[in-house]
C-alpha cells in the first residue's frame, strides 16, 4: 500500500475526478473508470449507463493534458514516467477511498478504454486484490515485448473482460492475449474476445460483457 502523500504525484495527482451516482458512503459498490489519450472524465463517463452502474459511485479522473502518459505502451516504461506511476497511484487512492468509506474491495470495478484501459491492467496486475473486475476496452499491459511478468499477489478469481479489435492501430492482438495470460495466471477468471477488423472504439457486445461484471459486484 502507498504512502497517502504519494496518492498526488505530479502529473495527475491534483487533477479533478468526476463523479456520478448516489454518494460514495451511501452506494452498494464503486466503478473507477479511466478515459483514453485526448478524451476526457466526460467522455468515459458515459458508458456508465450501459453497464448497468446506476447505483454504484462512479469516478473518472482526469489526466493533466488528457494524456496520462506520452508514448505508446509499448515503450519502455521509463519513457513514459512519470505519467503511468502517477496515474496508478491516482487509482489506489480512488481505491482506498472507497474502502474507506465502506465498500469493499469485492465491489470495486476498474475499467478504462484505451490508454485508460491500458492503465487499468496494469495497475490491478501491480496492486492485485479481490476486485469486484477489471474492464478493460481497447487495452493490456504496459512495456515492451521484453517486459517482466511476475507480479506478485493473486487475484482470486476476479472477473475480467479483455475487449479489442483483432487489427486495432494502437494495441496489437498479441498484447492483449498475452495480458490474458498473465491475469489468468494470476488468478483471475478472464473472458477475452477479439472483434475482427474493428475500429479503434467500444461496441455493443463488450459493454454488454462490461455489463454482466459490474451487475455482479453489486450483488
Request: hydrophobic share 45%; charged share 15%; net charge negative.
Amino acid at each position: 500500500m502507498m504512502s497517502p502523500s504519494s496518492y498526488l504525484m505530479a502529473p495527475h495527482g491534483a487533477m479533478p475526478v468526476l463523479r456520478q451516482g448516489p454518494a460514495l458512503t451511501e452506494a452498494p459498490a464503486a466503478l473507477i473508470l479511466v478515459h483514453g489519450r485526448g478524451a476526457s472524465p466526460e467522455d468515459i463517463i458515459e458508458l456508465a449507463p450501459f453497464l448497468g452502474a446506476e447505483a454504484f459511485h462512479v469516478m473518472a479522473p482526469a489526466a493533466a493534458n488528457s494524456t496520462w502518459y506520452p508514448l505508446s505502451f509499448l515503450a519502455p516504461v521509463h519513457q513514459n514516467e512519470p505519467g503511468i506511476s502517477a496515474g496508478i497511484a491516482k487509482i489506489e487512492f480512488l481505491v482506498r477511498e472507497a474502502i474507506d468509506a465502506g465498500i469493499p474491495a469485492e465491489r470495486i470495478v476498474v475499467g478504462g478504454f484505451s490508454q485508460g484501459a491500458c492503465l487499468a491492467s496494469e495497475f490491478v496486475a501491480r496492486n492485485p486484490r479481490s476486485y469486484g473486475g477489471l474492464i478493460v476496452f481497447s487495452g493490456g499491459l504496459i512495456g515492451p515485448k521484453e517486459t517482466s511478468r511476475h507480479y506478485e499477489g493473486f487475484l482470486d478469481g476476479v472477473p475480467v473482460f479483455l475487449g479489442c479489435s483483432d487489427a486495432d492501430p494502437h494495441i496489437p492482438a498479441w498484447r492483449v492475449e498475452e495480458t490474458a495470460e498473465v491475469l489468468a495466471r494470476m488468478g483471475a477468471s478472464v473472458d477475452l474476445r477479439l472483434y475482427p477488423n474493428l475500429p479503434h472504439t467500444v461496441i455493443g457486445d463488450e459493454l454488454q460483457a462490461g455489463k454482466a461484471i459490474v451487475v455482479r459486484a453489486s450483488q
